[in-house]
């Protein structure tokens, strides 16, 4: 099994470009996330789903939007950069239950000039 | 005030040294996690856990739940323990299970 993958793992952008990005896991997962990581901030929640077809705002969510059409795929794109959203953005995934450890994907270093 | 606090920051010792973190929170709880980030990597579940003691290889964590404290203990440290080492806490939020981090913990360990 890959576990939770990401796509890119690395991107330059200029302010206004917009960009997917994807992250897949194969563990069939009820539960994916998107969190941003910045120095000195820690992990912050964008955006998550409880299911296919479902997606619900998380700590951080604007500028960013997500899609979930299929189970196992998680997107989160950006409309129109801006410098503020340079970071490191993680995936994560779960199963059900308050008991599962959430697992995370490599990153994608994402740098907006 | 951060829902989940840990200290120190950053801790730097000797190869072989033993080794503490600790994790302090203030909200109800269905389970606490700790992670592992080694520099530019990825990150890496180390524990889960909800009550008691989990040991693995050279790590221990333990929680006490009265207290609202967990502490991950790493016995005879070797350089590649050195990562950044983060609490996190699972809460239900608007109905669903999410996950609030700490702010990690740098740890160096020098040969």
């Known amino acids: 099994n890959a576990g939770v993958t990401q796509t890119p793992k690395f991107r330059v952008l200029k302010t206004g470009q917009s960009m997917t990005l994807l992250c897949a896991q194969d563990?069939?997962?009820?539960?994916m996330y998107w969190y941003r990581q910045d120095p000195g901030m820690g992990l912050r929640l964008i955006h998550y789903?409880?299911?296919?077809?479902?997606?619900a705002k998380g700590e951080v969510p604007d500028g960013y939007n997500v899609s979930r059409l299929k189970k196992q795929n998680f997107l989160l794109g950006l409309e129109s950069a801006a410098p503020s959203q340079t970071s490191v953005y993680f995936c994560?995934?779960?199963?059900?239950?308050?008991?599962?450890?959430?697992?995370f994907g490599p990153g994608t270093r994402l740098t907006v000039l | 005030k951060n829902e989940v606090e840990q200290s120190p920051q950053n801790l730097t010792a000797q190869e072989g040294e033993f080794i503490t973190i600790n994790c302090s929170y203030s909200v109800g709880i269905s389970a606490l996690h700790w992670l592992q980030q080694h520099p530019g990597g990825g990150i890496v579940s180390l524990f889960m856990l909800s009550s008691g003691k989990k040991k693995h290889g050279r790590l221990i964590a333990t929680i006490n739940i009265q207290e609202k404290h967990s502490s991950l203990h790493i016995t005879a440290s070797h350089p590649r323990d050195s990562a950044v080492y983060i609490c996190a806490v699972s809460k239900v939020i608007q109905g669903a299970q999410k996950l609030v981090f700490g702010q990690g913990t740098r740890l160096t360990i020098n040969p």
């Open positions: 994560a995934s779960r199963g059900r239950g308050y008991y599962n450890e959430q697992f």
């Open positions: 789903s409880v299911g296919e077809g479902t997606t």
């Open positions: 563990m069939n997962h009820e539960y």
